[in-house]
């Protein structure tokens, strides 16, 4: 990656968290930490690896993101309105009656997005099933699906992980957002899950381990598993709920917490000096 585009994903993300925390101290709800731990994915594939426009919204050809973690809805709102998807004051209507933006993506209320999701574990099996139905076309496109690493414990994921090893899915990259944390405790307390890598790769998948919060990495995990060819890649990445705030990474409370002016401040000075 040129270090220009490598310096301009760093930037978006920054701006990202920075909106993310403003906005979500505003209206007093929503969820940080794994909106936060998910900011370098969502911005890596918007800005360097899909191929995606606003002004093509409908464009057969183009390639689909489905938040299966839907929770992390204002992070792909930020990411959708910098791409001019809507514009930018919509944001401040997150979460409110009759806004374009749910607290979850809904489809038909919200441009851009290819999934309502919501409901955790869904987001695997609709990808598997849109990847399947593009290669019926001919298309050279491509699903990412991002899921979370407490979602994957939901049973119907692993449904998705074995018909996409048979079925060769190719076309439909996995990535986990694993920062070992859930709503209310570590992943280990709530339901140890071993390796998640051998747990893949028993299901047939290629893995690729990586640093979720490194735009290169990441970039170059989406590229190889687009050049992947005869068996569906996941993506584990390694990640923290709620990068980039002191107080917030790795702590569950803030799964969904409202933020206190006090801790918006320190948010905020914290993120400006990065
Ligand atoms: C089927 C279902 N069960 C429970 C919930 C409530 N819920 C929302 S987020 C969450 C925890 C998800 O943890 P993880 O997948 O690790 O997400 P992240 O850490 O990235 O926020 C739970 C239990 C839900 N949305 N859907
Ligand atoms: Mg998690």
Redesign the pocket.
């Known amino acids: 990656m040129v270090k220009k585009k490598k310096q301009e994903l760093i930037q978006l993300s920054n701006k990202f968290r920075q909106r993310l925390v403003e906005q979500l101290h505003a209206i007093q709800t929503g969820?940080p930490?794994?909106s936060l731990?998910?900011t370098e994915i969502i911005t890596t594939l918007y800005y360097h690896t899909m191929n995606v426009s606003a002004d093509k919204v409908d464009c057969e050809n183009r390639d689909r993101f489905i938040l299966s973690?839907g929770?992390?809805a204002p992070m792909l709102y930020l990411a959708l309105a910098e791409k001019g998807y809507f514009p930018q004051e919509e944001i401040a209507t997150l979460r409110q009656m009759d806004s374009i933006l749910q607290g979850h993506p809904c489809k038909t209320s919200t441009p851009g997005v290819e999934l309502s999701t919501?409901?955790?574990?869904l987001g695997l099996s609709a990808g598997i099933g849109m990847a399947m139905g593009e290669r019926l076309s001919g298309r050279d496109t491509t699903v990412y699906v991002l899921?979370?690493?407490?979602?994957i414990q939901?049973g119907i994921v692993w449904e998705a992980a074995m018909t996409g090893a048979k079925f060769k899915v190719d076309n439909c990259i996995a990535i986990i957002?694993n920062?070992g944390?859930?709503?209310d405790g570590t992943?280990n307390e709530i339901m140890p899950m071993g390796s998640i890598s051998e747990k893949w790769e028993a299901f047939g998948w290629n893995v690729i381990e990586i640093d979720g919060h490194d735009v290169e990495q990441i970039a170059s995990a989406l590229d190889e598993a687009k050049n992947t060819k005869g068996v569906p890649t996941v993506i584990n990445a390694k990640t923290v709920?709620g990068k980039g705030i002191s107080f917030m990474e790795g702590e569950s409370m803030w799964?969904g917490k409202p933020i206190s002016e006090e801790e918006y401040k320190q948010a905020m000075a914290e993120l400006r000096s990065e």
Do not use: Y
């Open positions: 969820h930490g794994g731990s998910a973690k929770h992390a919501g409901p955790l574990g899921l979370g690493d407490g979602e939901e957002d920062n944390v859930q709503l992943t709920k799964h």
